[in-house]
């Protein structure tokens, strides 16, 4: 029996937007709060879909670790392979909006920090049909 339909190995953070849209980071007055991270991102777009999914990653022993791992549960994404990194704090990225074409994104130094290497899931991987891998920088 498969575990999962699809297992995305990459970075998870917090994804910060202005609620204006046209206005550099600069004057913005109000932003969101997003999970972000391209390999989370699949993750939950396949959970969406009605596929079991997983997310291979690593999170700072943080308030924004912790916004993490619940919006992951709460997207149907299981979060058994999500480390705690102790002395790390979650990446946060800020992103500014410019429409119709344009975004750009400053991250803080935090989303340099490698993601979690774990021997744990790797039988499970060998299960799963669908196996994705994601970086951003």
């Not at 291979?56 to 912790?66: E, L, S």
């Not at 994104?105 to 799963?128: G, Q, V």
Request: positive net charge; aromatic residues 8%; contains cysteine.
């Amino acid at each position: 029996m498969l575990l999962y339909d699809l297992i995305t190995i990459g970075r998870s953070g917090v994804d910060v937007y202005p609620l204006q849209t046209g206005v550099g980071l600069a004057d913005v007055e109000t932003f969101g709060k997003f999970l972000g991270g391209s390999p989370t991102n699949v993750a939950v777009a396949a959970a969406r879909h009605g596929l079991r999914s997983a997310v291979v990653t690593g999170v700072g022993a943080d308030p924004f670790g912790d916004y993490v791992r619940r919006a992951i549960r709460g997207f149907g994404v299981d979060d058994a392979f999500v480390r705690t990194i102790e002395g790390r704090p979650t990446p946060v990225t800020f992103c500014e909006i410019f429409p119709p074409t344009t975004s750009r994104s400053t991250s803080t130094a935090a989303s340099d920090r490698p993601t979690c290497s774990s021997p744990r899931p790797c039988s499970t991987w060998r299960r799963s049909p669908g196996r994705g891998c994601s970086g951003s920088r």
